[in-house]
């Protein structure tokens, strides 16, 4: 693998609760930047806000243990960095129409294909690591492993190319990209990270429904600001700044 940090250090099991959880408690023992923990199927896969993530075996899942010298709100602007790097990698080794949809969905064709789930030890002003757990659904067939709910808005690269893809040269391409972006983060700042991940946000300019807190909001997604915020004009003009929600587009005519 061509990365310097990244995943030389890897914490394998067939099976385990959530690789997040797990490479949590390996954080808190001090485990060092670049550690990846990876699973074969999980348990109690996660995504926000304790909701389930399926993880059927197939899938790639993983999480990365950084430790950026940064406070809080920044660490969770590097989840950014799992979306684009997502977004590129499968467009580049399987030309893929990918797009990234506000906060952290990668999408194939309009339906999602991988969730990442950031976190941090926030109870600090400092983030002593931070956790980006990313899951992609690769190779298992919609149909037969997930069940019937997701199926209209969810996809897998099976599903997409009529075949399954290779895993490790998968799993290393995130790595190589994960670690120039975090790179790059490093070097001149979160807005070229944005920048470069805007390119994919289709969902930009165009009138989305947002669901949040106790309500549903219908406006035009503006723009997403340099705290990873959304920016929604309501009809009546307003700009409401969301900083947690879930973004769905109307289907298409
Ligand atoms: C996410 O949350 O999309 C983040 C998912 C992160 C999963 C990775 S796997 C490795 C690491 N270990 C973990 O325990 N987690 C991370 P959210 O935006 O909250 O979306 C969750 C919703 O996605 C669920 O409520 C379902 O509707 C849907 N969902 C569940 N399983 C799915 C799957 N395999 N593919 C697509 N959507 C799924």
Redesign the pocket.
Known sequence: MHTKCLGHNIFFSKVID???DWAKELAKLGAQEGTVVIAET?TA?????S?????PKGGL???VILRPETNSTEAANLMFIAGLAVARVLHKLYGLNTEVKWP??VLVDGK?VC???GETNAAYKIASFVIL???I?ANFDVDSA?PEA?RET?TSLQTMLGQKVKLEELFMALMEEIERLYGTHKAVGFPTILGEWKKYAGFLNKSVEVACANERLIGLACDVDCEGALLLKLKDGRIKRILVGDVSLPEEP
């Open positions: 959530s690789t997040n999980q896969g996660h995504g926000r806000l909701r389930e993530w399926i993880s899942w993983f999480s952290n969905d999602k969730g990442i789930l757990g990313i899951g659904n997930l997701l969810v």
